[in-house]
């Protein structure tokens, strides 16, 4: 059966993005997708499924209802991020389904900081799965499998395999049962495992590192590196105060000089309270009788004037950085922030709702982290995580970047993230960079022209989600293999589904979908990497991994 694809916009655009879309849609309607008429134009009434994905949520949630009202049995399909209302509108409208764009791939870009074999991890059932693709060597324990099928067992499936040269292949069962394995091969599989990616331990000797850094920073070039960093760091107020500081103190040991050369006979201890006293405001304390007490020059007397007002000025300066410094304790008393870490750490740049959600699945992951962002994060957020603050350009030397194993970074300006992650990788080559793009033709030359980067294209990834979903599909995760998105995809079998009274044999090579949980709800049993001879009856659940050309099938 055909699908046909109706699209609305709400602007006749010119120039798409990409410029072979309107060839693809059958009907494009010009309008705000929240009009009744509009949705009547594009046909709701005859409507599958509507994927309502504007960048503005309140215009999706009423859009929803909009459609909701024209077609009671329509499916929802909706970008939002707002999971507690998501939940709500699930429960009130039914058949309803919400993603948010720019969340939905952060566990790719987790994943992609690692430097290990791993491709995917999601949970199911409180067990935790990984989706691995390994290179097999002459010392790899599988080289003494004769056949390829005996890696299979109750709590691991191959997912795909290629021979030496090969291109890898898009397909899950492009491999044969009995191939031999051989040295140069590449085998991803899905393994059931309780262990999450464990970090590699290593010595720390706390007192020889705190050494080596006051060695290293007592050197003159890093003093004056430090130095000039502080400087370009610092707030207005604070160079206003530095600047001050040095001139008052000038001025303070000219005066004590000054007089002691104009008054031989005072010691050096009289001119340095007499200077003292000119600087604190005490001008009065010498010169505020009605005759000058004691003979003095005028040029010393309009000296000592000006090093009064200088030290009122510098007084109210100090006032200005104390009270900011004050209120700044204040708010961020409770957030004391860890050190960043010396090495082997991941280094994340941009904390929006992305760079919040990497932070988080790495931290679940017991992965070292510092985070990067030009403001501050709000209470509570990602409390334990190192977290630098100020121009992002400026911080790359304070991450200790240079021992990093791995660099994402995800802020919300594409371009940006191509310079930051250029000059991330001038200064540490050998750690993993991630950058995150937005339009299609930008990641792929990105990506052409960086073979060394993995570039990740958030909507691209998230795009097959929301295509999947409109088929009636409950997505649960998804990851990257192979250069395209697997699907970890969930069924429930009702009595009219297609996948009634199947074996798991037929959906599997029918479909190319690799089941890789099985639950019968009669017996409230579950079965990782279930046989294929089971047999789908109403009211069993099975958890597959899919692609959206298998699901579409």
Request: charged share 20%.
């Amino acid at each position: 059966m055909p699908t046909y694809l109706n699209a609305i916009e709400i602007a006749n655009i010119q120039k798409w993005e990409i410029p072979d879309l309107p060839d693809l849609v059958d009907k494009l309607v010009i309008g705000d997708c929240r009009q009744l008429k509009i949705l009547e134009q594009a046909g709701i009434r005859q409507c599958r499924a509507i994927l309502i994905v504007t960048s503005d949520e309140r215009v999706n949630i009423a859009a929803a209802f909009a459609a909701r009202s024209l077609n009671p049995n329509v499916r929802l399909v909706i970008r939002s991020a707002q999971e507690n209302l998501n939940e709500l509108l699930r429960e009130n409208l039914g058949n309803f389904v919400a993603f948010e764009a720019t969340q939905l791939p952060a566990k790719s870009f987790a994943l992609a900081a690692f430097s290990s074999e791993t491709r995917g991890l999601f949970t199911l059932e409180n067990r935790l799965l990984r989706v691995i693709r390994v290179p097999i060597d002459v010392s790899h324990r599988w080289c003494k499998c004769p056949q390829l099928y005996e890696i299979n067992n109750n709590s691991r499936r191959i997912i795909t395999h290629s021979r030496a040269g090969k291109p890898l292949p898009k397909g899950f069962y492009q491999w044969e049962p009995n191939a031999q394995i051989l040295p140069g091969d590449t085998i991803a599989y899905i393994e059931v495992t309780e262990n999450l990616v464990a970090r590699p331990a290593r010595p720390v000797n706390s007192i020889r590192q705190f050494w080596s850094g006051i060695t290293t920073n007592i050197k003159w070039k890093n003093l004056r590196n430090k130095l000039t960093q502080f400087w370009e760091e610092a707030s207005q107020t604070r160079r206003v105060g530095i600047v001050s500081g040095i001139l008052l103190i000038s001025l303070f040991l000219s005066g004590m000089l000054l007089y002691k050369l104009q008054y031989p006979k005072i010691s050096w201890q009289d001119a340095l309270n007499v200077s003292l006293v000119l600087s604190v405001g005490g001008y009065d304390n010498l010169f505020g009788q009605l005759q000058i007490p004691f003979p003095i020059p005028w040029w010393l007397h309009l000296f000592s004037i000006s090093l009064t007002v200088a030290g009122t000025v510098f007084v109210g300066i100090l006032y200005a950085i104390m009270t900011e410094r004050i209120l700044a304790a204040r708010f961020q008393f409770s957030r004391r922030r860890l050190p960043v870490p010396k090495a082997d750490h991941v280094v994340l740049i941009g904390l929006g709702r992305v760079g919040q959600r990497v932070a988080t699945l790495l931290q679940e992951l017991n992965q070292t982290l510092v985070g990067v962002h030009p403001t501050d994060l709000e209470p509570g957020v990602l409390s334990q995580m190192p977290l630098i603050l100020g121009n992002i350009k400026n911080a790359l030397s304070r991450i200790n970047i240079t021992t990093a194993k791995s660099v994402i970074v995800v802020t919300d300006d594409e371009v940006a993230n191509l310079e930051i992650g250029l000059k991330a990788y001038a200064v540490n080559p050998t750690a993993n960079l991630v950058i995150r793009t937005f339009d299609p033709r930008f990641s792929e030359n990105v990506a052409r022209l960086l073979p060394y980067a993995r570039v990740l294209n958030v909507y691209a990834l998230a795009a097959e989600a929301f295509a999947a979903a409109a088929f009636g599909e409950n997505i649960l995760n998804l990851f990257r293999l192979n250069s395209q998105t697997t699907l970890v995809t969930e069924y429930q079998i009702e009595a009219d589904d297609t996948l009634n009274g199947k074996l798991l044999a037929e959906i599997a090579y029918g479909y190319g979908l690799v089941p890789i949980l099985y639950t019968m709800t009669a017996y409230q049993t579950t079965k990782f990497m279930p046989s294929d001879d089971i047999k789908l009856t109403v009211g069993d659940r099975l958890v597959v991994l899919a692609t959206i050309e298998g699901l579409h099938e």
